[in-house]
C-alpha cells in the first residue's frame, strides 16, 4: 500500500475471536481504521466501544471498502460471490483454509487482490503448537522461526510476480520445493 505503517490504513476484521480480537487490539494500537463482524453481538459492541470500530452485519463486510480484509471466523468464505462483492487491495487474514477453491484464489489474482494465503499468515500458530507438542518454552524456539517468516513470504511473493500467477498457487509452488529439498 505504499505505507510504512498502519495510519489511517483501514481494515474489515470477520470475526472477533481470540485471534481476531487480539488482532484488533493491534491494529487499533497501530492507528488503523477497523471495521468489525461477528455473529456475537456483545464481541462486536465491545470493539465498538473499545476501539471506535465500525460494526457491520455479518453478510455484509465482503462489501465494505476497506485496504485490508481480514477473514479471522470461518474457511472456505473466499468463493466467488463474496470475491465479487471484495472492495479491498489486501486479503490477509487467520481464518484456514479461505479459499472456497483454486478458482477462488484465481478470481483473487485476476481482481488484483493481494492474498496473503493462511498457512503462511497462520505459522505462528504451527510454531505455538510445535512448542506445545514438544514441550518447550524456549523463546528462542517460536522467536528463530518467527523471525523467518516475512522473508518466506518475500520469495512467495517473488514467485508470485515472476511467473505472473496468484499468490495461491506461488505458496503451494514454495511448500512443494521447501519439502522436496529446493
Known sequence: M???DLTDVTVAIQGLG???WYLAERLHDAKAKLIVTDINTDVVNKAVTQFGATAVAPEDIYAVQADVFAPCALGAILNQNTIQQLKVKVVAGAANNQ????QSGDA???KGIFYAPDYVVNAGGIINAA???LKTDDPSFANDRLAKLPNTLDQIIALAESQDIGMHVAADRYVEAQLNGN
Open 18 to 20: 481470540h485471534v481476531g
Open 99 to 102: 479459499l472456497a477453491d483454486r
Open 2 to 4: 505504499g505505507k510504512s
Open 108 to 110: 483473487l489474482h485476476q
Open 131 to 133: 512448542m506445545e507438542m
